[in-house]
């Protein structure tokens, strides 16, 4: 049987509604309402941010809390002999406990994560549905919803170094018993699929979330205008294939509360590659477009990032041959995904 744990990314795989019940118990957690809007900052003298590190500097029992938001709307339309249209909506937050338990003399870190609370609120052509941690579920609820049950105060680890590089994530295996155990398949997968869920957990939900709250930093020191770029891990995909960069740059520095903040833009630089197998396949992509913008506020007293929110915009046009009731025709598919994230640290 295969497993994959991109669930907790995008996981629209529900159907219908489930029941709105009272909690168990309380929940004794940091509310999950977030914030949109830009910070209330006030402006600072650039001339006085010179050689300015934006490296993680963390310590031994340092405890810090985000708070994550992902709110996505994806539209597609698929025209053949009629056209069919679907569009979902979904809005999914986790409230995260960071805890260092480490720091090697490399400046490692060892982080110990635990996702405290989760709610999710999505919309399919007008079908709502709902999650919420903490809230008592029926058994076939429980069974909907068993990715978000089985993360739910089950912690696991990273590793971290000073620039956001995330080394390995540990400890997974707990999160992805949980889910097998609450899928009743504990007893029926062999240990070679067991091994393969639980790299799926790792590598493809739990470290695109930590990646979230360290991204890829530079090593060398800033001042405003100051600009750089990351290359990210290419995507690929049955149809084609994402190579992504992000360029940063700083604009400037300004004053939170009592801490100094760096104000950067990031711009994301795409190139998509359609695959030669979908080409074989008689599959063609018409003009694909993949960009996204951000403004990240990196904490100088902290050295965390205080909010990051991000904008990405994917537009896909195919078309192929595919059988229908009248025969083979040309079926074309349109789909536009816009993808909302939101870090606050709490």
Same mark, same amino acid.
Do not use: C, H, W
């Given at each position: 049987m295969k497993l994959t744990a991109l669930f907790f990314l995008t996981a629209l795989f529900f159907a219908g509604c489930n029941k709105s019940e009272e909690p168990q118990k309380p929940e004794a957690t940091k509310s999950l309402q977030f914030?949109?809007?830009?910070?209330?900052?006030?402006?600072?003298?650039a001339d006085e941010f010179r050689d300015v590190s934006l490296t993680y500097n963390l310590t031994k029992g340092m405890k810090f809390s985000y708070r994550l938001t992902s709110i996505s709307e994806d539209l597609? *339309?698929?025209?053949? !002999?009629? #056209?069919?249209?679907?569009?979902?909506?979904?809005?999914?937050?986790? $409230?995260?406990?960071?805890?260092?338990?480490?720091?090697?003399?490399?400046k490692v870190f060892e982080l110990e994560f635990?996702?405290?609370?989760?709610?999710?609120?999505?919309?399919?052509?007008?079908?709502?549905?709902?999650?919420r941690s903490g809230v008592k579920l029926d058994s076939v609820e429980r069974l909907k919803y068993t990715e978000y049950e089985a993360m739910i105060?089950?912690?696991? *680890?990273?590793?971290? !170094?000073? #620039?956001?590089?995330?080394?390995?994530?540990?400890?997974?295996?707990? $999160?992805?018993?949980?889910?097998l155990s609450l899928r009743g398949l504990t007893d029926s997968l062999s240990s070679m699929e067991k091994k393969t869920f639980q790299q799926d957990v790792s590598e493809g939900a739990l470290k695109p979330?930590?990646?979230q709250i360290f991204r890829k930093m530079t090593e060398k020191k800033v001042a405003k205008d100051s600009g750089w770029?990351?290359?990210?891990?290419?995507?690929?995909?049955?149809?084609f294939s994402l190579n992504n960069s992000h360029f940063y740059k700083v604009t400037g520095f300004e004053k939170f509360n009592d801490d100094k903040l760096a104000?950067?833009?990031?711009?994301?630089?795409?190139?998509?590659?359609?695959?030669?197998?979908?080409?074989k396949g008689g599959v063609t992509v018409s003009n694909p477009s993949y960009s996204g913008q951000g403004k990240f506020y990196f904490n100088l007293n902290k050295n965390?990032?205080?909010?990051?929110?991000?904008?990405?915009?994917?537009?896909?046009?195919?078309?192929?041959?595919?059988?229908?009731?009248?025969g083979m025709k040309k079926l074309k598919r349109q789909q536009r995904t816009v993808t909302k994230n939101i870090l606050e640290l709490l």
């Open positions: 914030d949109t809007t830009d910070l209330k900052t006030e402006p600072l003298s597609q *339309s698929i025209i053949a !002999d009629t #056209t069919l249209s679907q569009k979902i909506s979904q809005t999914i937050t986790y $409230i995260i406990d960071a805890d260092v338990k480490e720091v090697d003399p490399s635990k996702f405290t609370s989760i709610g999710l609120s999505a919309d399919m052509n007008g079908q709502k549905f709902s999650y105060n089950n912690p696991f *680890s990273a590793r971290v !170094d000073q #620039t956001g590089e995330i080394i390995e994530i540990l400890r997974a295996d707990r $999160i992805a018993n949980k889910v979330l930590v990646n770029t990351v290359l990210q891990p290419p995507v690929t995909l049955p149809v104000i950067i833009d990031v711009n994301l630089i795409s190139k998509i590659v359609i695959s030669p197998e979908a080409k965390l990032f205080q909010k990051i929110s991000t904008k990405t915009i994917m537009v896909l046009n195919m078309e192929m041959m595919a059988p229908t009731p009248s």
